[in-house]
């Protein structure tokens, strides 16, 4: 059974910076591309950043473009997201997603964490 | 970058009734569209991918049609259990984008 579990959120102040972790199990981490889909208190979703399964590509959205970084340990069976220079409008929950197929990036994902809760306020 | 509108942004039904869900994209996604359904206080789950094909373990009353810029998500007999916000997403042209969503409620 696919397992993810987030951890690393918090309170953080504007222009401070949070580390997120994912553990996986239950799949051949290193087979898989990963992303970080978040979801802003009582909204929709969005796609935020992936990294292909051997961490030589990653990829990201436009507004976090130069303040996030996405890494992983394939060692280890964890995923990273480095979040620096927060801001108000990060505020929001962050999941952790895997992919459908080994492979890719394909953008659709077939797993997901229970999600890390991040706040960005003074 | 594309654009995924859903309607209605909500649909009360009553249990046993039929749902019907739309979701366009602002230009042709073929059919990478996926369809996922989130639970309060839960992560999205992946019904259908591909437009039309059920993912692991999804019952057989969860459809999916459609392709190019029009797509469906049916529900033919709604459980107790469904009544959930329902998510398309399009993966054809990065980046990936989500709908903003259906509430599904009871009628």
């Known amino acids: 059974e696919v397992q993810l579990l987030e951890s690393g959120g918090g309170l953080v102040q504007p222009g401070g910076s949070l580390r997120l972790s994912c553990a996986a199990s239950g799949f051949t981490f290193s087979s898989y591309s990963m992303t970080w889909v978040r979801q802003a208190p009582g909204k929709g979703l969005e796609w935020v950043t992936s990294?292909?399964?051997?961490?030589?590509?990653?990829y990201y959205t436009g507004s976090v473009k130069g303040r996030f970084t996405i890494s992983r340990d394939n060692s280890q069976n964890t995923l990273y997201l480095q979040m620096n220079s927060l801001r108000a409008e990060d505020t929001a929950v962050y999941y952790c997603?895997?992919?459908?197929?080994?492979?890719?990036?394909?953008?659709?994902?077939?797993?997901w964490g229970q999600g890390t809760l991040v706040t960005v306020s003074s | 970058e594309i654009v995924m509108t859903q309607s209605p942004a909500t649909l009360s039904v009553s249990p046993g009734e039929r749902a019907t869900l739309s979701c366009r994209a602002s230009q042709s996604v073929s059919s990478d569209l996926a369809w996922y359904q989130q639970k309060p206080g839960q992560a999205p789950r992946l019904l259908i991918y591909?437009?039309?094909t059920r993912a692991s373990g999804i019952p057989a009353r969860f459809s999916g049609s459609g392709s190019g810029t029009e797509f469906t998500l049916t529900i033919s007999s709604l459980q107790s259990e469904d009544f959930a916000v329902y998510y398309c997403q399009q993966y054809d042209n990065w980046p990936p984008s989500f709908g903003p969503g259906t509430k599904v409620d009871i009628k």
């Open positions: 990294i292909s399964a051997g961490g030589d590509s990653t």
């Open positions: 591909g437009a039309s």
């Open positions: 997603a895997k992919e459908d197929l080994p492979g890719g990036p394909f953008y659709y994902f077939d797993g």
